[in-house]
């Protein structure tokens, strides 16, 4: 097994995430990143000097787009895009409440789903894992080539960490458990696909390294 290591970080704040903890209504512009927003981007450029990476990864979604750019500003490194890294598919009465959530949001529905049922609108769980799944072996293809930076989301992020720990084990019914594990805005997680052997036993696959360090914040 060629050993990987994925360096994932949460885009930074957007100006959904402000409204969202003021309690008020998204703008129209909620993707976008906040003042804040571009400061953590520009903060995490400065904090990965040095690490050798080579290539961002970013999803197609603006926030994930403008936090690459603000890493860029300081790193300058090649950026591709990825459609499969954008954050879990919400339903379209939760992007219309604009904020007002209320029972809308996958978390309320999707733990006790079938794993192929999605409400209107939304993807299913199977669907979300699918894309992570995607992602997971098109970085694996890559092993040993290029030190990578992907761009993503709390959800699609947490998705990983579901597959990493329980593999074709992982269901709706871990996703309760697994939201208690939070990541701020430009978080950095680490994982590692590697050989590990401890206890007599072997450890074969995806381990995670570092969650949400945030000492850049």
Not at 27 to 55: C, F, I, K, N, T
Not at 80 to 106: I, K, V
Not at 157 to 180: K, N, S, V
């Amino acid at each position: 097994m060629t050993r990987l290591k994925l360096h994932f970080v949460r885009h930074g704040e957007s100006l959904a995430n402000d409204a969202d903890r003021a309690g008020h209504k998204r703008p129209d512009d909620w993707d976008a990143l906040s003042d804040r927003g571009w400061e953590q981007a520009r903060g995490l450029g400065r904090r990965l000097e040095g690490h050798g990476l080579e290539v961002i990864v970013a999803s197609t979604m603006r926030r994930a787009q403008e936090t690459a750019g603000g890493i860029n500003e300081v790193l300058g490194l090649p950026v591709e895009t990825d459609p499969d890294l954008h954050e879990l598919r919400q339903s379209d009465a939760f992007y219309a409440s604009r904020g007002d959530f209320g029972d809308t949001a996958s978390l309320n529905w999707m733990p006790s789903a079938a794993r192929d049922h999605a409400e209107p609108g939304a993807e299913s769980f199977e669907q979300m894992l699918g894309r992570v799944r995607r992602v997971r072996d098109r970085m694996e293809a890559r092993a040993g080539d290029e030190r990578i930076l992907l761009v993503s989301h709390y959800g699609f992020i947490h998705f990983f960490l579901g597959l990493a720990l329980f593999d074709d084990a992982f269901g709706p019914e871990h996703l309760i458990p697994l939201w208690y594990a939070g990541h701020a805005n430009t978080g950095i997680t680490l994982f590692e696909r590697r050989n590990r052997r401890m206890d007599g036993i072997d450890f074969d696959g995806w381990h995670l390294t570092t969650w949400n360090d945030q000492g850049h914040l």
